[in-house]
């Protein structure tokens, strides 16, 4: 871990008085050992000390002063921020101005970050410096083997703002048992990037081990595709950082509700297919069973806990459509089928109406009658699964995920239906003459339009800019822009041919036409160009220049019209290029700076300043823009003049640490969010409690006020505590564990000294790896019921043992023991073959029979 800023430095007493104008004025010096200019000279802060040193980037005059003089304080002349030698770490001048925060002396948790120290952060805010490290993170990656495809995308991602904040400032969230512990890797690999102390270039090592360790393709020293890497390193980095995100509970049926606000529940009654008097008598089915089997089991088996289930019902299709939902789950992408929904993002039908989705099922039968009874969909009786699908996020999905609703409509009935995707990049392609003619065209721009897809991209184009446009690209080839490429992305799609729409209403192959918007728009934009074709034999690759814009890019045409995204402009962030060829090449980055704004390119362990000029004519491949936004930039400077304000307050508020950086760095931090270090009960979880300092900082109540009347959220945090609920829940749960654990032990050596069992029983090890995951405290969620069904088939009416399942073997007390408390199915035996002294028992008695009968 890097020192963390303090306003503890003991050597501020040294500063002597100079003015920011003269720290101006100094700044168009020079180096008084070496002459050199600036940028990024250092002035000597000590009393009567009047020394301008070149910094690392040069000769680095300024530390050998600091060395020979002992003087300990110096200042960037460029970006004004204070270093001390001595301590090793960056220093607030204003922060001896500031108020120590009260703290009691009866708190029950370690004192978070006090007011003082955010009030310094957002000092440098002020001033338009959002890195924590006094570095301009000019330090280069060394080659250690063609991994010039890595060293450009981690460069890419090092100078995206609020990913790396994050590792800096809320390092304390990096925590992780999984292995290889990737994220450690990266934390630390961003840390050296961004130090002042650091060399001239850093060997990523670690992270390109964690690397080949997830993914055998990166293994060995050929050349691999930088999206690729960058796919691969993300999701890894999901997967570590993840946490389950808290649901609603809704009181009247005892499930958890996705989304939406609690009075949409009734909405869009008639387009469900499944009445709740059906459902509530599947329920009162199953219930009505597992009690019956629970009770008959218990009765004979001591030790066995309840366990309360829950139900959940069958995907519903509703008559017009049926509506898919690609959510984050245990994995970084799955597939659910969710029926109507109170999301503010239900897309908008082409034609016709697309009921809103829902989780829940409807509340009333009203408005049923308009209703073809042939599309009534009655459900079946299934045993329900108690484990719901848990929804995660990570600082990856935050700052990187983005939505895209897909329409598609059957050209024969009409029937649309309607499409979520998450996404972390999007794939665009490249457009050749005749697409972009067909793009550019007057009457295909007018029926994009009037189909609502994406001809408002081309609608401010007039006639006679498209014609100088065409005459240009028959001398230097097609004019291809990033705009054009995303048209082509959402442009309207004909599915015939090869590519017919499966219609699940005609249960036929039908032509369909299919639209694409975003329905929300990520803080982070990543667009990946599809330069590289891979056909069977070889692969080409596409060397087409394509334009992109440094700022302003606008992604309003691509919305989707009840989209809730304010901000959609979007500013350049960096670049990867690739040069070369589709067999070898060599991959560089361009980035901006966020602390000068200046283009660097980032050539594995060189890095050179650029002009604007130069990275608007590199051949892009990876693009990362980032939401501009002047508001939140005001909202920042407002909150910075709060903290200056320095009124006393006599509450002091914890907020979110992760959140806090949220605002420092986002254009849309959302609602304030406490929930990641707050339980359900409004306490602290017992096992948060020892790290609770690196999760939370403490606010003054003005700055507190202002955040929450700006962006809600919550809830307000003046005393923290560790939740006792929690603690006893805990201890509960370890305790079944254990019961579970010891009884299970118990049976299962109780069958293996069995010789010769009558009957075994079957189960599933996908599920028993969920309960030995529970069990041994890898997992903290039991598993769902018992789901033998991949273990099965259907012979003749009877389910038998599949051929190669993957299954294991148990007692018949052991099954019982599990599906007391599980419940699930369905049951599947295995009658063990018969001892050799039956078989011949059984051949004598063959015998007997047929002489008797021959007599």
Same mark, same amino acid.
């Given at each position: ?166 590792? #800096? ?103 469900? #297919? ?254 990946? #160009? ?296 369905? #049951? ?28």
């Amino acid at each position: 871990m890097l020192p963390a800023s303090g306003c503890d430095c003991p050597h501020l007493d040294c500063v002597g008085e100079i003015t920011k104008e003269e720290l101006i004025q100094k700044s168009h010096g020079q180096c008084q050992d070496c002459k050199v200019g600036g940028p990024n000279l250092w002035a000597c802060l000590e009393n009567g000390c009047a020394y301008v040193g070149c910094g690392e980037s040069h000769t680095d005059h300024s530390t050998v002063h600091s060395q020979e003089t002992r003087h300990n304080l110096t200042v960037n002349l460029t970006t004004l921020r204070v270093w001390c030698y001595a301590c090793g770490k960056e220093v607030f001048l204003e922060r001896k101005l500031g108020p120590h925060s009260p703290h009691g002396t009866s708190k029950p948790l370690p004192s978070p970050q006090n007011a003082g120290q955010v009030r310094a952060s957002f000092y440098c805010l002020s001033r338009g410096v959002k890195e924590r490290f006094l570095s301009s993170c000019l330090t280069g990656l060394k080659n250690i083997g063609n991994t010039c495809y890595m060293n450009a995308a981690l460069q890419a991602l090092s100078n995206c703002p609020p990913l790396t904040q994050f590792f #800096l400032e809320c390092g304390g969230m990096v925590r992780t048992d999984k292995k290889p512990a990737l994220c450690r890797s990266y934390q630390k690999l961003v840390s050296d990037l961004w130090h002042k102390n650091r060399p001239s270039y850093v060997v990523p090592t670690n992270l390109f081990q964690g690397i080949k360790a997830i993914n055998p393709m990166f293994r060995g020293y050929s050349q691999q595709d930088s999206q690729e890497f960058l796919r691969c390193l993300m999701d890894q980095l999901h997967e570590e950082l993840k946490e389950a995100q808290p649901e609603p509970y809704d009181q009247s049926n005892g499930v958890t509700v996705d989304d939406g606000p609690e009075e949409d529940n009734h909405t869009n009654e008639a387009e469900m #297919l499944i009445t709740e008097e059906n459902e509530i008598q599947s329920n009162r089915e199953w219930q009505k069973e597992k009690n019956m089997i629970n009770d008959l089991y218990r009765s004979g088996v001591n030790g066995v806990m309840d366990v309360d289930t829950t139900t959940e019902t069958t995907p519903i299709i509703s008559s017009q459509g049926a509506i898919k939902v690609q959510g984050r789950t245990s994995g970084y992408f799955t597939y659910i089928q969710i029926s109507n929904s109170t999301r503010p993002q239900s897309p908008v039908p082409t034609e016709g109406h697309i009921p809103k989705m829902s989780s829940s099922p409807p509340k009333a039968a009203s408005g049923w009658s308009s209703l073809i009874p042939s599309h009534k969909k009655v459900t079946t009786f299934s045993a329900p699964k108690s484990k719901r699908q848990k929804k995660y996020r990570s600082v990856i999905s935050d700052v990187f995920d983005g939505t895209i609703v897909s329409s598609v409509q059957c050209l024969t009935c009409d029937r649309v239906s309607v499409t979520l995707e998450n996404f972390q990049d999007i794939s665009l392609p490249i457009p050749g003459k005749e697409d972009l003619a067909k793009l550019h065209s007057s009457t295909h721009q007018t029926s994009l339009v009037k189909a609502g897809s994406c001809g408002e991209a081309y609608a401010p184009q007039g006639w006679i800019s498209f014609v100088m446009e065409y005459i240009k690209s028959w001398f230097w080839g097609p004019v291809v822009t990033l705009q054009d490429c995303l048209a082509a992305f959402f442009a309207r799609d004909e599915l015939k041919g090869d590519n017919m729409y499966s219609c699940e209403k005609c249960k036929k192959l039908r032509n369909g036409v299919k639209f694409c918007k975003m329905q929300s728009l990520p803080e982070i934009l990543c667009v990946h #160009l599809k330069r590289f074709r891979h056909e069977l034999m070889f692969s080409t690759k596409i060397c087409t220049h394509v334009s992109f814009p440094l700022e302003g890019l606008d992604l309003q045409p691509f919305l989707a019209k009840d989209s809730s995204a304010q901000t959609t402009n979007y500013d350049l962030l960096s670049v990867i290029c690739h040069h070369g060829t589709a067999s070898s090449g060599h991959y560089i980055a361009y980035c901006r700076n966020d602390l000068n704004n200046l283009w660097y390119e980032f050539d594995d362990q060189s890095v050179t300043e650029v002009s604007e000029s130069c990275v608007q004519n590199a051949e892009a491949y990876v693009l990362f823009y980032k939401k501009s936004s002047e508001d939140a930039l005001k909202e920042r400077r407002r909150v910075s003049g709060l903290f200056n304000m320095m009124e006393p307050s006599l509450l002091q508020f914890y907020i979110s640490r992760q959140w806090l950086n949220k605002f420092k760095t986002f254009a849309e931090p959302g609602p304030i969010s406490n929930d990641d270090f707050l339980c359900l009960h409004g306490g602290v979880p017992p096992n948060k409690a020892t790290f609770i300092d690196d999760l939370v900082v403490m606010l003054p109540q003005n700055v507190w006020d202002h955040l929450y009347s700006r962006y809600g959220g919550g809830p307000a945090v003046n005393h923290l505590y560790v939740c006792h609920t929690c603690q006893i829940e805990i201890e509960k749960v370890e305790k079944r564990r254990k019961s579970e654990l010891d009884m299970f032990v118990r049976l299962n050596k109780a069958f293996q000294e069995e010789e010769s069992p009558v009957v075994i029983y079957c189960i599933s090890m996908q599920w028993f790896r969920e309960w030995e995951g529970f069990v041994k405290g890898k997992d903290n969620d039991p598993p769902g019921p018992i789901d033998n069904s991949k273990i099965t088939v259907n012979k003749n009416g009877h389910l038998t043992l599949k051929q190669g399942a993957d299954s294991g073997q148990i007692s018949e007390e052991t099954w019982n023991f599990l599906h007391s408390i599980y419940g699930g199915g369905p #049951l599947v035996t295995v009658r063990p073959n018969i001892s050799h002294q039956e078989a011949e028992s059984s051949q004598s008695e063959e015998k007997i029979e047929m002489e008797t009968r021959s007599v």
